[in-house]
C-alpha cells in the first residue's frame, strides 16, 4: 500500500495490521514513550485546504512522535489564493522532498488526482463528501477497544449520510471487517442504495428508535449545514425531535453500546450534551485514539508496508 485513499484501499488483514500497530503505537501516544526515530529524515507535509481541527493536530501529532519533519500547510495564507493550482502547489511539494502528504480538501476526488502528480505517499484526511479513511480506522479502533470485536457488532450511522465523507469510509471499512451497519437519518439525507452501492449488507432506516435496542454501536454524525442547500432541512429543532440522541432516546440502548460521533459536534442538534458527555460517549478516545492510529498509518506507509 502506497497512498490511503479510500477505505476501499484496505482489505481486512491490512486494516487490522493498522489497528494492531496502533494498539502499539499507544504507549507512544499515551507519552509512556515520547518519541520513536522511525521516520527520522522523513518529510510529512500537511496540506489543508479545509479547515480541521482533530485531522490536522494528529497528524501534526503523529508525524513529530515518529521523529518526522513535518511542514504545515494552509491554503490560506498561501499562494493558493493568488489563483496556484492544486498541481502546481503539489508540484512545489515535490521540489521540497516531500515523503508524504496529507491532504484535506473541499473537492471530492482532489487525493487523488494529488496522487498522480507527487512521488510520496499521499493521505487522504478528508475529501468533499467523499472520504475521510483515517477516521474510519481510528472509529474502529475505537469500536475494538470498547467492545473488543468488530465483526458481528451491530453499528447505526444516524444523520447526514449525503455529506458525511465519514459515513462512506465507516460503511467500506466496517462492511470489510464483518460488522452490519445501518443507515439511519430522513430520507432527504439518505442518497438511494447509497448503503448498498458501497457495501452490499448495509441497510436503511428512516426511525431511529426502532434501530437503537438492537446496535452496539451508534454513530451520530454532524448535521453538515454548510454543504446544505435549505430544501434538505426544514428545521433544526425538527431534526433534533426525530434524530438527534438525547437522554431518554440513549436509554433505548443496550448497556454495552457506545455512542461515537467524530467532530465537530452540534451539541443540542445531533447529539444532546448529557449524552456527548455520558459515560458511553467515545468522542474523546477517539481523539486520543486518532494519534495511535495515524502514527500507525504513517509507519506502514513510509516505513515499508509494500
Ligand atoms: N473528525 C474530523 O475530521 O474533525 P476535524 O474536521 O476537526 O479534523
Given at each position: 500500500l502506497k497512498h490511503l485513499l479510500s477505505g476501499a484501499d484496505l482489505d481486512a488483514a491490512t486494516a487490522t495490521l493498522i489497528l494492531d500497530t496502533a494498539a502499539e503505537m499507544a504507549t507512544v501516544a499515551g507519552r509512556e514513550?515520547?518519541?520513536?526515530?522511525?521516520?527520522?529524515g522523513r518529510t510529512v507535509?500537511?496540506?489543508f485546504y479545509e479547515d480541521s481541527t482533530r485531522t490536522r493536530i494528529s497528524f501534526e501529532a503523529a508525524a513529530k512522535?515518529?521523529?518526522?519533519?513535518?511542514i504545515n500547510f494552509s491554503a490560506k495564507g498561501s499562494s493558493v489564493?493568488?489563483?496556484?493550482?492544486?498541481?502546481?502547489?503539489?508540484?512545489?511539494?515535490?521540489?521540497?522532498?516531500?515523503?508524504a502528504v496529507?491532504?484535506?480538501h473541499?473537492?471530492?476526488?482532489?487525493?487523488?488526482?494529488?496522487?498522480?502528480?507527487v512521488e510520496g505517499s499521499v493521505l487522504n484526511a478528508g475529501d468533499g463528501t467523499h472520504e475521510h479513511p483515517?477516521?474510519?480506522?481510528?472509529?474502529?479502533?475505537?469500536?475494538?477497544?470498547?467492545?473488543?470485536?468488530?465483526a458481528g457488532l451491530s453499528v447505526a450511522v444516524v444523520g447526514d449520510v449525503l455529506h458525511s465523507r465519514v459515513a462512506r469510509s465507516n460503511v467500506l471499512l466496517l462492511a470489510t471487517l464483518g460488522a452490519k451497519v445501518t443507515l439511519v437519518?430522513?430520507?432527504?439525507?439518505?442518497?438511494v442504495d447509497i448503503g448498498a452501492a458501497l457495501a452490499p449488507g448495509t441497510e436503511v432506516s428512516y426511525d431511529l428508535d426502532a434501530v437503537l435496542p438492537t446496535s452496539d454501536v451508534v454513530m451520530m454524525l454532524r448535521v453538515q449545514r454548510e454543504r446544505m442547500a435549505d430544501s434538505y432541512f426544514p428545521s433544526a429543532r425538527e431534526y433534533a425531535r426525530r434524530y438527534g440522541l438525547d437522554g431518554p432516546r440513549m436509554a433505548r440502548l443496550p448497556d454495552h453500546a457506545i455512542v461515537m460521533h467524530p467532530g465537530p459536534m452540534n451539541r443540542g442538534m445531533e447529539i444532546a450534551p448529557e449524552v456527548a458527555d455520558s459515560p458511553r460517549s467515545t468522542i474523546v478516545e477517539q481523539v486520543a485514539n486518532g494519534v495511535s492510529v495515524r502514527m500507525a498509518v504513517l509507519y506502514l506507509l513510509l516505513g515499508g508496508m509494500h
Open positions: 514513550v515520547k518519541k520513536l526515530p522511525a521516520l527520522r507535509v500537511n496540506l512522535r515518529l521523529s518526522a519533519d513535518v489564493s493568488k489563483g496556484e493550482s492544486l498541481k502546481d502547489t503539489a508540484l512545489t511539494l515535490q521540489a521540497m522532498g516531500a515523503d496529507v491532504i484535506r473541499p473537492a471530492s476526488g482532489a487525493p487523488h488526482r494529488l496522487a498522480n502528480w483515517t477516521q474510519a480506522l481510528l472509529d474502529a479502533y475505537t469500536m475494538r477497544a470498547r467492545l473488543g470485536r468488530i437519518g430522513p430520507p432527504t439525507l439518505i442518497p
